[in-house]
Nanobody, 116 residues
Framework: VQLQASGGGLVQAGGSLSLSCSASGSALSTNIMGWYRQTPGAERELVAVISRGGVTTYGNSVQGRFTISRDSGENTVHLQMTTLKPEDTAVYYC???????????WGQGTQVTVSS
């Protein structure tokens, strides 16, 4: 599975950004797709994931501000980020995995920087 992410960049606090990720691979391998993020010295944390059936899970810190969606029947997911905060600054990684897998495949990472 190969993942290609796009979007991100620099925005002021309170602003919005979007990320997209497209995956090659089978429907089984990409059942769950989504985003994680990481800052230097910290562990990678969940941002949001979505199943092929549309079930979503969000990290506590982004609940209500970020929205993940998935193109119907496709291996493309979108993350709409609103009301961004400086603490959202991180490298965001796209991930795809089978339904019952603990891990999976990772994209190259894209930087999101929120200035105060």
């Amino acid at each position: 599975v190969q993942l290609q992410a796009s979007g991100g960049g620099l925005v002021q606090a309170g602003g919005s950004l979007s990320l997209s990720c497209s995956a090659s691979g089978s429907a089984l391998s990409t059942n769950i797709m989504g985003w994680y993020r990481q800052t230097p010295g910290a562990e990678r944390e969940l941002v949001a994931v979505i199943s092929r059936g549309g079930v979503t899970t969000y990290g506590n810190s982004v609940q209500g501000r970020f929205t993940i969606s998935r193109d119907s029947g496709e291996n493309t997911v979108h993350l709409q980020m609103t009301t961004l905060k400086p603490e959202d600054t991180a490298v965001y990684y796209c991930n795809a995995r089978p339904l019952t897998a603990a891990s999976g495949w990772w994209g190259q990472g894209t930087q999101v920087t929120v200035s105060s």
